[in-house]
């Protein structure tokens, strides 16, 4: 039959095995990993803006997703709690395992102080909080220029700060990928 050789298909494993992260897994790693670099890229841009609607159009979405990334970031946590996640690369040195593992803290962090963080600001600066305009989250914090402009400061520093944390991350795919050429990527790809 013309020398093609067909594999017969796999069944899409929902849950994580000690070998590979499973479809769950997987749909919120590259969901989140897209959402989390379209709200820094965006943060970048809306804060570059004069103020008028168009700008605070902008904020709108950007707090939305946040939201949003902040929810999945919840049932991800869980999601890891309740199931296995494949080992580490055996050929990893201690001080390698300390960074992966320190990275992986650092982006699971970033993930809720960073809305955590943007939610304290607006709440400081009397600002709409909607989530996609279908309703309205309260504002736990009284107006407050000062506490505001604390929570700006944090906000900001968190985003750089975990442009760089993904900058690693992204590096060390790569050595994995391109230079050990271990199954550190491939496990996380359908």
């Given at each position: 039959?013309?020398?093609?050789?067909?594999?017969?298909?796999?069944?899409?494993?929902?849950?994580?095995?000690?070998?590979?992260?499973?479809?769950?897994?997987?749909?919120?790693?590259?969901?989140?990993?897209?959402?989390?670099?379209?709200?820094?890229?965006?943060?970048?841009?809306m804060t570059s803006l004069p103020d008028g609607d168009s700008k605070w159009e902008w904020y709108g979405l950007h707090k939305s997703i946040g939201m949003l990334v902040f929810v999945l970031a919840v049932l991800r946590l869980l999601w890891i709690k309740a199931h296995a996640r494949p080992a580490l690369?055996?050929?990893?040195?201690?001080?390698?395992?300390?960074?992966?593992?320190?990275?992986?803290?650092?982006?699971?962090?970033?993930?809720?102080?960073?809305?955590?963080?943007?939610?304290?600001?607006?709440?400081?600066?009397?600002?709409?909080?909607?989530?996609?305009?279908?309703?309205?989250?309260?504002?736990v914090l009284p107006k407050n220029k000062d506490i505001e402009e604390l929570m700006v400061l944090i906000h900001s520093s968190l985003?750089?700060?975990?442009?760089?944390?993904?900058?690693?991350?992204?590096?060390?795919?790569a050595k994995h990928h391109l230079i050990l050429k271990d199954d550190t990527l491939r496990r996380m790809l359908p």
């Amino acid at each position: 039959m013309l020398g093609l050789h067909y594999r017969e298909k796999e069944p899409v494993n929902i849950k994580n095995t000690i070998e590979r992260y499973g479809a769950l897994s997987m749909l919120l790693h590259w969901t989140m990993a897209a959402m989390i670099i379209g709200l820094l890229s965006l943060g970048l841009y809306m804060t570059s803006l004069p103020d008028g609607d168009s700008k605070w159009e902008w904020y709108g979405l950007h707090k939305s997703i946040g939201m949003l990334v902040f929810v999945l970031a919840v049932l991800r946590l869980l999601w890891i709690k309740a199931h296995a996640r494949p080992a580490l690369p055996q050929n990893l040195r201690p001080l390698e395992r300390v960074a992966a593992h320190t990275t992986h803290g650092l982006l699971y962090l970033a993930m809720f102080l960073l809305p955590f963080s943007g939610y304290l600001d607006s709440s400081a600066g009397g600002y709409h909080l909607a989530f996609f305009d279908l309703f309205d989250l309260p504002k736990v914090l009284p107006k407050n220029k000062d506490i505001e402009e604390l929570m700006v400061l944090i906000h900001s520093s968190l985003a750089y700060g975990l442009i760089a944390v993904l900058l690693l991350h992204l590096v060390a795919v790569a050595k994995h990928h391109l230079i050990l050429k271990d199954d550190t990527l491939r496990r996380m790809l359908p």
